[in-house]
């Protein structure tokens, strides 16, 4: 730390992603002494830690796991540390810094803090919060209302907050924030106008142990929510609609399908209701998948709740083209269909993916495996495709359990996607099947940052694939 504030309080950030850069701005945007700790070391890191320093910003490249010996030097000048949401919240050094009665708030609960003025709506789920809060977005800013989404998606809250106390936001209306399990966790003070839960299945099991603890905490920012609205749709929702506070129910089937009747359903015609007030034509939607029409009526019954006339929000949503690396649909080749699914991280959301798309078809799935239970994955799999090539670090795992199943189609183990687009061609129409899905159900960190660089990579895979003049053999 520089001389002349070695007196001073210093406000701690831990990890240098998106998150902790923008909590690092924003803290010093207030005129906190700000020191920035990351675990890691690598170029790109130094770029970014020089980019801080040259605004004042302390940075600390541990390249090691990090241990409350890290905080030693500042114990008795720490004013409060603030967790990106990578950092386990009940990781031993957070833990041996609360027993020293030191502050810990997640990012999302510091930009919290100078946000919370602004009508919120907060969205999570296991699946679908993503195509949920970007088509409320989408559709709120056509129904000119000033509107920043961010959170888990986009841009971080903190940037938002920063941005704010800049004056680049002045007439905010609504905040449209994504909060993943991890988030709401370490932002216990976050208070939506609109909670939405979309869907629950078990996920990031590695870290919250144990799915009535991941469902708990999910639940939390629901307790939180002036209104909350809720998809009936999801099997473990519905079932434990009991324990949940009382809330807007939507599902795609007729009301009478359902017990607990929901206020917003589907005819058979495929019009949405309002309890018995007829509104709309689902056929609106420009997206494949029954999960889709899922997200439409929870974005309608939040836009309702907001006031806005039925005939505002058709056409709103009737110009949403649905996300990057979502179900993204990259052309044809063959007259065989090929699909970008990579933000399927997840059995749960890969069993979407392939839903979706024409059968049967051809899977492309692999990378980082995560906790979970495989049997209805493997079981989709077996209904919906007649090929499965698998790759990175789980492909071999992944083989051995779909073999176990006694699956019918072609099963190849490949390193990467660079080997695989092209083999993929060939199979379908070996197959004949009608579509080529990249649904990994699985993280991407084993080959890439993130999802949407392994998206990107398929991409331009595809692109290649399609523009080649190549003609592929049906013979084997």
């Known amino acids: 730390m ?3 504030n070695k007196s001073d309080k210093i406000s701690i950030v831990l990890g240098l992603g998106i998150s902790g850069v923008n909590a690092a701005k924003l803290l010093k945007s ?14 790109k890191l130094q770029e970014i830690s020089n980019e801080l320093k040259e605004v004042g910003i302390d940075v600390i490249l ?8 890290n905080f030693t030097p500042w114990l008795e000048k720490i004013s409060s540390v603030t967790v990106s949401p990578g950092i386990p919240w009940d990781h031993k050094a957070l833990n ?3 027993k020293k009665n030191i502050t810990i708030k997640g990012e999302t609960e510091l930009a919290w803090e100078d946000l919370k003025h602004i009508p919120s709506i907060g969205v999570t789920g296991t699946n679908g919060k993503t195509t949920v809060t970007n088509m409320l977005n989408h559709s709120l800013k056509l129904n000119d209302l000033h509107t920043e989404m ?4 986009g841009q971080a809250l903190s940037q938002i907050a920063f941005d704010f106390r800049q004056k680049k936001h002045h007439d905010l209306n609504w905040l449209i924030i994504e909060l993943s399990s991890y988030q709401i966790e370490s932002s216990p003070s976050i208070t939506p106008k609109i909670g939405i839960w979309t869907t629950f299945t078990p996920d990031h099991l590695e870290r ?3 799915t009535e603890n991941y469902f708990k905490i999910k639940k939390s920012l629901l307790e939180r929510s002036s209104t909350r609205i809720y998809n009936s749709d999801d099997e473990y929702l519905y079932k434990k609609r009991n324990e949940l506070p009382e809330g807007i129910w939507v599902g795609i089937n007729n009301k009478s399908s359902y017990s607990h009747q929901p206020k917003f359903w589907v005819d058979e015609k495929g019009f949405i209701f309002e309890n018995n007030t007829q509104l709309f034509n689902t056929s609106i939607l420009n997206l494949p998948g029954k999960h889709n029409i899922q997200n439409l009526l929870l974005v309608t019954a939040a836009m309702r709740e907001l006031g806005l006339e039925h005939g505002s929000i ?11 690396h979502r179900l993204e649909y990259l052309g044809k080749k063959d007259f065989i269909q090929i699909y970008n699914d990579s933000k399927a991280t997840n059995y749960e959301s890969s069993i979407t993916g392939i839903k979706a798309v024409p059968y049967p078809s051809i ?8 906790k979970g239970d495989t049997s209805t994955w493997i079981q989709e799999i077996k209904q919906s495709t007649k090929g499965v090539i698998l790759f990175g670090k789980s492909a071999n795992s992944l083989r051995v359990l779909i073999k176990k199943s006694d699956y019918k189609g072609v099963i190849i183990v490949k390193d990467t996607l660079d080997q695989i687009v092209n083999l993929s061609m060939e199979i379908a129409l070996k197959v004949k099947a009608n579509s080529v899905l990249l649904s990994p159900a699985c993280a991407s960190y084993d080959q890439y940052r993130n999802y949407e660089e392994r998206g990107d990579h398929f991409k331009y895979l595809v692109k290649k694939l399609i523009n080649s003049e190549e003609v592929y053999s049906i013979e084997s």
């Open 2 to 4: 520089s001389q002349q």
């Open 30 to 43: 207030k005129g906190k002494e700000v020191l920035v700790i990351e675990n890691n070391s690598s170029k």
């Open 62 to 69: 541990m390249g090691k796991p990090l241990s409350i010996n």
């Open 96 to 98: 041996s810094l609360r």
């Open 150 to 153: 961010g959170g888990n998606i």
């Open 208 to 210: 919250h142990k144990d």
């Open 314 to 324: 058709e056409k709103s949503l009737s110009s949403f083209e649905g996300l990057p």
């Open 363 to 370: 899977l492309i799935a692999g990378g980082e495996k995560k």
